[in-house]
C-alpha cells in the first residue's frame, strides 16, 4: 500500500473539516464524535479551538495539545476505502 497524506486541511464549520489527500480524492469529515471520545482532545471541544488545527512534518492533521489523527484514519473516514489504488497524485 502506498502512502497516505494530506495536502490540504480547511475548517467548514465546527467541527467538520475538507480534506484533500495525495491520491487525489477530497471529502468532507466530521469529528465530533473523536473529539468527544480522546480526553486529550478535550480543549479541541470548542468549535473555536477545534478549527485551529495544522499539518505537521507527516503530513498529519494535528493540534497544539498534542492530539493528531493520522491520515489514513482520515482518509478511511472520508473515502470508506481501507487502501488506496496506486495512483497518488505527487
Not at 477530497?26 to 480526553?39: A, H, M, W
Request: with cysteine; charged share 25%; glycine share 4%.
Amino acid at each position: 500500500m502506498d502512502s497516505i497524506y494530506l495536502l490540504e486541511a480547511n475548517h467548514i464549520k465546527d467541527f467538520k473539516i475538507y480534506l484533500r489527500f495525495n491520491t487525489g480524492e477530497t471529502g468532507e469529515v466530521d469529528l465530533k464524535d473523536i473529539v468527544y471520545k480522546y480526553e486529550v482532545a478535550t480543549p479541541l471541544r470548542d468549535p473555536c479551538a477545534f478549527s485551529e488545527f495544522y499539518l505537521d512534518s507527516w503530513p498529519t492533521l494535528a493540534w497544539k495539545c498534542g492530539f493528531d489523527i493520522a491520515p489514513e484514519s482520515l482518509y478511511f473516514m472520508v473515502t470508506g476505502k481501507v487502501e488506496i489504488e496506486s495512483t497518488a497524485v505527487v
